[in-house]
Structures are given as structure tokens and as C-alpha cells.
């Protein structure tokens, strides 16, 4: 906190507070993008902010991404009524990076439970029907996501999340034209936090998340500032942790 203070992030979290509307925002000293110990801090900080809003028989619902796993990672306390599940169906990118793996990662830390969705990226409207329909366990995953208390995610540029999911360059170009800068839960965004694309799938939405507790995200490095500022002007968010690096670089756009 010391370090915190002296750096100016004290009144810099106050700042981003305000500006991006959100209820508590922590800022991290250093660069995640350039200094993986500053990731493993914000999955640390992440994950003690999870702690304190955990209660008993609560579900938490994660997401996926490099940072995400390093907040499962950082899990040191147990909590063996909470129920871990991922926030969307969504296979395809690398095994440690899947929100399911994030989930059985993080249930495995708290001593508790998981379900996991195992759904492919980039399935039809109609065949996620069809799933739904034919499979109970599907349903009842997706209710309990549904009903989740605490849902914490990561956050992506627009175009390199596009391009990482396999979106076709059409699609990856037409985001772009389109002004998406920001991708959380498959949905991207315009730094306005305008919903310009989504990828068709299982459970929770931003624009969707009336049931759900607390929303914590959590991103770090200068790239992504733009992509903080549009999934943060969703208004769908409690908590942001961050670090310096991509707070002054959002410091110079607000
Ligand atoms: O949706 C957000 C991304 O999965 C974030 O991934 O933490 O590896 O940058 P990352």
C-alpha cells in the first residue's frame, strides 16, 4: 500500500473510480504485460478480492485467459461450499487457458465443487438449441451459471481475441470498422461500451448479468487500455483490478 501511495495510485484508483463508474478500482504497481510477477500479483489481489466477497454456498463464475488462470492460481484460502463454473460454454483455446480449466482449477484451491459446459467456440444459435434441448446437464450447468453470486472475467483486445478465436479475417475486419476495441465473455465492444459483436454461446452475457452479486474484472498492461475502458463502460462492473501500466495509459484518455 505504501508503494501504492507514494506512486500516485492511491488517487488514481479514486480518479478511475469516478470516471468509469465503477464501485472500487485497484491499481497495481508495474507492467503485466512486460513482468509476469505483476500478473501473478493481480491474480493474487484478484483472488483476495474473490475471498471477501465469498460467503457460504455461493457460486463464483470465471472466465477464461492467461490472467484469469493466474488468478485460480493464486487461490489460498478454502471455501468447500462454493461451486465453481465457468461463465460461458466455450472450448477451443489452449486447455489452461479454457474457462472450465479455470473453474476445476479454482474449485480444486477452495476445496469445493465444479460444473463444467463443454460446448465448442463458434456453435450456431440453432445447434446451442438442440444442445439445450437434448442434454439435461447442459441445462442445469446453465441455471446454476445463471444464478452465479460473484462472476469474475478477463479482459481482451477486440481484434486479437477475434483473431486468437478462429473468427474469420471478414469478421476480424468488419469488428475493427466497427470500432470493437474490447472483448470479455465472447461479446465485443466500442470504447462506449457499445455491443458491436458476439459469439453465440451458453451462459452469462454482460448486458445479462441482473442475478449475479458481484461482477470483478480484471486486466492489466498499456494494450489494453482502450479494451478496460469499453468492457468497463458496459456498467455491468463492481470491481476493476488493474495495473499501472494500463491506468495511465486510461488516465490519458479520460
Ligand atoms: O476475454 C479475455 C481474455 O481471455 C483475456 O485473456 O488474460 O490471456 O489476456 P488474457
Given at each position: 500500500?505504501?508503494?501504492?501511495?507514494?506512486?500516485?495510485?492511491?488517487?488514481?484508483?479514486?480518479?478511475?473510480?469516478q470516471?468509469?463508474?465503477?464501485k472500487?478500482?485497484?491499481?497495481?504497481?508495474g507492467?503485466?504485460?512486460a513482468d509476469?510477477?505483476?500478473?501473478?500479483?493481480?491474480?493474487?489481489?484478484?483472488?483476495?478480492?474473490v475471498?471477501?466477497?465469498?460467503?457460504?454456498?455461493?457460486?463464483?463464475?470465471?472466465?477464461?485467459?492467461?490472467?484469469m488462470?493466474s488468478?485460480?492460481?493464486?487461490?489460498?484460502?478454502?471455501?468447500?461450499?462454493?461451486?465453481v463454473?465457468?461463465?460461458?460454454?466455450?472450448?477451443?483455446?489452449?486447455?489452461?487457458?479454457?474457462?472450465?480449466?479455470?473453474?476445476?482449477?479454482?474449485?480444486g484451491?477452495l476445496?469445493?465443487?465444479?460444473r463444467l459446459?463443454?460446448?465448442?467456440?463458434?456453435?450456431s444459435?440453432?445447434?446451442?438449441?438442440?444442445?439445450?434441448?437434448?442434454?439435461?446437464?447442459?441445462?442445469?450447468?446453465?441455471?446454476?451459471i445463471?444464478?452465479?453470486?460473484?462472476?469474475?472475467?478477463?479482459i481482451?483486445?477486440?481484434?486479437e481475441?477475434?483473431?486468437?478465436?478462429?473468427?474469420?479475417a471478414?469478421?476480424?475486419d468488419?469488428?475493427?470498422?466497427?470500432?470493437?476495441?474490447?472483448?470479455?465473455l465472447?461479446?465485443?465492444?466500442?470504447?462506449?461500451?457499445?455491443?458491436?459483436y458476439?459469439?453465440?454461446?451458453?451462459g452469462?452475457?454482460?448486458d445479462?448479468?441482473a442475478?449475479?452479486?458481484?461482477?470483478i474484472?480484471v486486466?492489466?498492461?498499456?494494450?489494453?487500455?482502450q479494451?478496460?475502458?469499453?468492457?468497463?463502460?458496459?456498467?455491468?462492473?463492481?470491481?476493476?483490478?488493474t495495473?499501472?501500466?494500463?491506468?495511465?495509459a486510461?488516465?490519458?484518455i479520460?
Open positions: 500500500d505504501y508503494i501504492r501511495l507514494l506512486r500516485g495510485l492511491v488517487g488514481l484508483e479514486e480518479e478511475m473510480t470516471a468509469l463508474h465503477l472500487r478500482v485497484i491499481i497495481l504497481p507492467d503485466s504485460e509476469s510477477a505483476v500478473q501473478r500479483e493481480l491474480g493474487r489481489v484478484t483472488a483476495g478480492v475471498g471477501q466477497c465469498l460467503g457460504d454456498n455461493m457460486t463464483i463464475a470465471v472466465s477464461g485467459g492467461s490472467t488462470a488468478v485460480a492460481e493464486a487461490v489460498n484460502f478454502s471455501a468447500p461450499s462454493t461451486t463454473v465457468p461463465a460461458r460454454g466455450g472450448l477451443g483455446e489452449k486447455v489452461e487457458y479454457q474457462a472450465n480449466t479455470i473453474a476445476a482449477v479454482m474449485a484451491k476445496g469445493g465443487r465444479y459446459l463443454h460446448i465448442p467456440d463458434g456453435v444459435e440453432e445447434a446451442l438449441e438442440v444442445i439445450l434441448a437434448d442434454d439435461a446437464n447442459v441445462r442445469v450447468v446453465a441455471e446454476i445463471r444464478q452465479a453470486d460473484i462472476l469474475v472475467h478477463g481482451g483486445q477486440a481484434a481475441m477475434a483473431k486468437q478465436r478462429g473468427l474469420s471478414n469478421i476480424v468488419e469488428l475493427v470498422r466497427r470500432g470493437a476495441v474490447g472483448e470479455a465472447g461479446q465485443y465492444y466500442t470504447i462506449e461500451g457499445n455491443i458491436v458476439v459469439t453465440s454461446s451458453i452469462l452475457h454482460l445479462d448479468l442475478g449475479i452479486r458481484t461482477v474484472a486486466a492489466g498492461g498499456g494494450k489494453k487500455a479494451a478496460i475502458m469499453a468492457v468497463a463502460s458496459t456498467g455491468s462492473h463492481d470491481v476493476l483490478i495495473d499501472e501500466a494500463a491506468a495511465r486510461i488516465q490519458q479520460i
